[in-house]
């Protein structure tokens, strides 16, 4: 539920701010689309309205929140740029802690003072499946920064991105080497009978 | 982690700008229509950073010519930091002491000892002529400040820019976009006592982290941490009689 004076504000000109919020354990990742920090939250799942979300830069690719937000999209990246090397470095994602973690982007309108009018209503909810960490070599003058792209699944219909990978009994001799103990798998799969190897 | 103290000042006297320019920019983008077919603007930065030039630096000696380098050698590449002043003394709340040509004067120099007696080199200490307090705590990202001003010789009331040290996040600058009326304030700063005007501003950078009331506010000459914007150099060049004009610009450090 947006609240009236948040709406009041979307119909002139207004600073907004969107907020993403991943659930990550124990610490949840938050940034917005802001160049300052900022103490906010969103009630249904931060504990207070005074957590410090990061800010993150601006948004590199506007029309693709957008088609989330209508919709019509079922699976989406969020592509934020502009993040400090050493922000990103205080969270170790890695894909076995992102996978499946609830994932929240919402917006609230900031006031002339740029505090925001509302706790941040909470627009879409996602699942995220992966995360992708890109700090391109820089050169000359350029300032290293951090694109932060998350791949998330909304909705029933989704579709979802596999992270297994299959173990093959190749897999395992390369790890431990003439150990056969796999080998059988491939004709169990099929159903074949298999004979329990004698050592 | 990128740190924002204990940093290099420039020396803007010494590089002698022909121009400068400050200036707060941020991020909006048009909105669409409303329904009556007028554009409304979104802002999506919550906020503007700083950021400024000084222009056509003034650089022949042998020592501008070094100095000047030791800008480039540390600032180009835009990854390493120094504190950049504004050179606010004209327009800013200052006293118009004695000496020619009138002009306000941010910081008195050349304060002797106690016994009368100046440093070696001939140089005093050095005082800022107006400064200011928190008198009230404010969290990060405030939009609003409560602040004392001391040794102003007019009120505040239009725009002034002013800075504070910030433990972790170093000088940062800001200037007031609506201010209140003021109100009588004495307060102890340093064990001495002073008398002066506090007022309630709102300011146009938001506080980059949270203050304490009582942490000083400076007024002469504010200063910010800044880099050169991404992908702008300052190339060492000189003309005849080694004659130099470097343009340099800053944003403000992230």
Known sequence: MVPAGVIAA???????GIFFRLDLDPDPLRLWLGINDIPAGIESVDATTQETYLGG?????????????????????????????????RWNLDEVKVRGKAFHVGITTLDDYYQPMSAV????????????????????????????????????????RTSQALWSPVHHKAAHP????CDGTARMERGAPVTWPKF | MAVYINLPTLDVDFIKPQRMSFDTPGGGMEGGRNSLGEGITIGLSGGPMIAGAFENCWVQAPEEHEYANWIAARMNGSFRFMVVP??????????????????????????PHSDGALFADGAGYSQATVFGT??????????????????????????????????VKG??????????????????????????????????????????AGQRIELARPRCVMKFPAGFTMPWEAE????????MRFVEAF
């Open chain 2, 86 to 111: 504004f050179l606010t003394d004209w327009m800013g709340p200052f006293p118009v002491l004695s000496g020619y040509p009138p002009v306000p004067q941010p910081i008195i120099n050349g304060i």
């Open chain 1, 57 to 89: 830069g601006i948004l590199q690719d506007v029309p693709m929140l957008e088609a989330v937000l209508n919709g019509v999209a079922d699976r989406a990246e969020f592509i934020v740029s502009g993040i400090e090397p050493a922000t990103m470095a």
């Open chain 2, 134 to 167: 928190f008198a009230q705590s404010a969290a990060l990202n405030a939009g609003q400040i409560v602040v004392n001003v001391y040794g102003a010789t007019r009120d505040l009331r239009h725009s002034d820019w002013m800075s504070t040290y910030h433990s």
């Open chain 2, 240 to 247: 005849g009689f080694w004659q130099s004009r470097p343009s």
């Open chain 1, 10 to 16: 979307l119909r002139g000109s207004h600073q907004l």
């Open chain 2, 171 to 212: 000088w940062r600058a800001w200037r007031y976009w609506e201010c209140s009326d003021p109100a009588d304030v004495s307060e102890t700063v340093d064990g001495v006592s002073y008398s002066g005007k506090q007022y309630t501003l709102a300011i146009d950078v938001p506080l980059r982290q949270a203050v304490e």
């Open chain 1, 178 to 181: 003439g150990d056969r103990f």
């Open chain 1, 121 to 160: 209503v909470p627009m879409i909810t996602g699942r995220a499946s992966r995360i992708t960490e890109a700090m391109p070599p820089v050169t000359g003058t350029d300032s290293p920064t951090v694109t932060l792209a998350l791949s998330v699944g909304f909705g029933i219909t989704t579709r979802d």
